[in-house]
């Protein structure tokens, strides 16, 4: 009979719900249902405290051999227990008694023994077959210990084997398996490059001395690849469609490519394969929001926004501020002769240079520069719209760069509520879509 048939009869008879019992061993419900169901054993502490709660002895309790419920064996467990009872309590007096009683001489001793009317002889009788029962009951207990403990250390090695053989039936199947998909479900945002690759990069490697190409390495991480996995890429420009390939070579796991682009404001579709043993997987390297651009690797990719405060209709005057930052911070030392400006009709109605100051505030993460704005069109000008205008110069391409966004409406500038902000959105990217005029942008070796 196991230990949890055991443990599950003499709960029933005893009329307890599992519930009840865990309050008593002040463990949860669950413990009580796995050691009813042999799923697991409770521990030596919670094993005295069930033999004695049931008035057994802790080998009978685990020995699986002893049914404690058979007519001969619940007879004596019963003469036992009251034999058990009556004679501890006999033994505990007699060895107060005789406990009391060391305390003097031997003579004393042999008084009080007599005056008790207990001979010496029978007090080291009843201490001797105390000592021996305890010594019988530890003796089984140690016993029952060391049989459990034996065979909870063959079950422990019998999975640890188990498992060890699934492990490495799992580690020969994954590294048999072609390019693999990791499908990431925790994310709605989550890019099919995310997909594939643990990581990937494109960084500005050189320039050509005449500042029109960019030597573009590429580097790449794949979540999962075989020592014969290749890796190749295709950036299709935007404007033209051509297509310019880019092959990998591997080491140490990465793989790296490099490719000469023309520095533009063009953006390009970028597509990668990778193919292990003729099983192909084509990705996406950007999303339907953003595409690479070269000039971004270049340059300190600039955002502008317009925040229109006031505006005087009666004298057609314009009053806010534009609010200037760089996305690219490594690439700030290279910019130089920022230049701000709004035209009305090829009629420049504004005009702010940055200095120092304000280039340092720009060369700090996380910064924006406010630059307030008050311009007045003249009643000749009969300028519907406005163009605004940011230049500087670039001195690693050693061009003049402007970002320019034409047809803005006179109503960018006349906000009468502040609380209104309206975008002009130079983006980094240089094909969002975020309501934003078209952004124009041109190279020149003389400044504009």
């Not at 020995?63 to 404690?68: G, L, M, Q, S």
Request: proline share 2%.
């Amino acid at each position: 009979m196991t230990l949890g048939e055991k443990l599950y009869t003499l709960r029933t008879k005893q009329n307890m719900t599992q519930e009840q019992l865990a309050e008593k061993l002040q463990v949860s419900r669950q413990s009580i249902s796995k050691w009813e169901s042999d799923a697991t054993r409770p521990d030596l502490e919670k094993l005295k405290f069930l033999a004695e709660f049931y008035h057994l002895s802790l080998d009978k309790l685990l020995d699986e051999d002893v049914d404690i419920f058979a007519k001969e064996t619940s007879s004596d467990l019963s003469q036992d227990s009251d034999y058990d009872s009556n004679h501890r309590n006999g033994a505990d007096a007699s060895a107060n008694s005789a406990f009391v009683n060391n305390q003097s001489d031997d003579a004393d001793h042999h008084d009080n023994s007599s005056a008790l009317g207990v001979s010496l002889e029978t007090i080291e009788k009843i201490t001797s077959e105390i000592l021996q029962k305890n010594h019988k009951t530890w003796k089984r207990t140690f016993i029952g210990f060391g049989t459990a403990c034996l065979a909870l250390t063959v079950a422990l090695i019998i999975v640890t084997i188990t498992f060890s053989t699934k492990l490495n039936a799992l580690s020969t199947q994954i590294a048999q398996s072609s390019a693999p998909v990791y499908i990431n479900n925790d994310s709605d945002y989550t890019t099919e490059r995310d997909t594939y690759f643990q990581s990937y990069n494109a960084t500005a490697d050189s320039v050509t001395e005449d500042g029109k190409n960019l030597h573009v390495k590429f580097t790449a991480v794949l979540k999962n690849y075989q020592d014969n996995t290749t890796l190749t890429m295709q950036l299709l420009n935007n404007s033209d469609q051509s297509n310019i390939p880019v092959t990998f070579t591997y080491e140490d796991g990465t793989y790296t490519g490099f490719a000469d682009l023309p520095i533009s404001a063009d953006t390009y579709t970028t597509t990668a394969c990778i193919d292990t043993n003729g099983s192909k997987q084509t990705v996406d390297m950007y999303d339907e929001y953003s595409s690479f651009s070269v000039l971004s690797l270049a340059d300190w990719q600039p955002g502008l926004e317009v925040d229109g405060n006031s505006y005087d209709k009666l004298n057609r005057r314009n009053d806010g501020q534009f609010n200037l930052n760089c996305s690219k911070l490594n690439c700030r030392s290279f910019i130089s002769d920022v230049t701000l400006e709004i035209l009305a009709n090829d009629t420049k109605v504004y005009s702010y240079s940055l200095d120092d100051e304000d280039m340092n505030i720009l060369s700090e993460e996380g910064t924006t520069l406010y630059i307030p704005y008050s311009f007045t069109l003249s009643k000749d000008n009969t300028a519907e719209t406005c163009t605004v205008r940011l230049h500087w110069y670039n001195s690693i391409i050693k061009q003049y760069i402007t970002y320019e966004v034409d047809g803005v409406g006179l109503t960018f500038f006349n906000v009468t509520n502040s609380d209104i902000i309206t975008s002009i959105l130079f983006n980094p990217d240089l094909d969002s879509d975020d309501g934003a005029a078209p952004v124009k942008v041109t190279f020149s070796s003389t400044e504009p």
